[in-house]
């Protein structure tokens, strides 16, 4: 079946633009979550989807950053105002329900010049 | 609060020879414990993962890992390295006082020479 897809696959964007990642979970899948890599280190936890309502938003760097999902399904992950610090990759993963595997994408690679 | 340490960056292994890759755990309950993996441009594929079951765990790819509660680690091994299995590897921890947040290591990228 089909897994995670994110769209766009690279983004890059000059400094202070608005950016939309979306996140296509796998079907069925009620929790969602995203994550950033950034350069040479591992995945970090940025906010967690159980169905449409966001359970846990503890791991988003400031209020630029904001994410929805309103249908349960597709989730979309908004950077206002970004800056060069932005640039990474940003994961997403979904899982049955809370505490199950989390599948990954492949991610979007951000670039903010 | 959990935390995942990965002891070396880079792992080098001639090809046909053992794999350890190193993961330290620290968790104030117990905890899940996962190996992703990730090829290039590729997103994290799960390997295993250890949920309280078996100690020694077996996953894709002829990979396995142990569990040692009293050194808090879950190293990852491979008795035979193939040239497919040069990648970035992540130790990750879901504990049970957030059983949705993965706490992930910076990762060992491992290299297999001919």
């Known amino acids: 079946g089909a897994g995670v897809s994110q769209t766009p696959s690279n983004k890059v964007t000059e400094k202070g633009k608005y950016v939309e990642l979306r996140c296509d979970p796998i079907?069925?899948?009620?929790?969602l979550y995203w994550y950033r890599q950034s350069l040479g280190q591992g995945p970090e936890f940025l906010i967690y989807f159980q169905g449409t309502g966001a359970a846990d938003d503890s791991g988003l760097p400031n209020d630029r950053f904001f994410a929805v999902r309103p249908e349960g399904s597709v989730s979309t992950l908004k950077i206002q105002r970004t800056e060069r610090g932005d640039s990474a990759v940003y994961l997403c993963?979904?899982?049955f329900g809370q505490g199950d595997t989390q599948y990954f994408g492949p991610g979007t690679r951000l670039t903010v010049l | 609060a959990q935390s995942v340490t990965q002891l070396g960056s880079h792992v080098s292994v001639s090809e046909g020879a053992l794999v350890l890759l190193r993961c330290n755990y620290s968790s104030s309950v117990p905890p899940y414990l996962f190996w992703y993996v990730q090829y290039p441009n590729q997103g994290l594929q799960l390997l295993l993962k250890y949920t309280s079951a078996a100690t020694l765990v077996k996953g894709i790819n002829g990979f396995e890992a142990e569990f040692k509660k009293s050194e808090t680690s879950f190293h990852l091994t491979k008795p035979s390295a193939h040239m497919s299995d040069a990648a970035e590897y992540f130790c990750a921890v879901l504990s049970g006082g957030s059983n949705y947040k993965l706490t992930f290591g910076k990762g060992t990228l491992l290299t297999v020479n001919p």
């Open positions: 079907s069925g899948h009620t929790a």
């Open positions: 993963a979904s899982s």
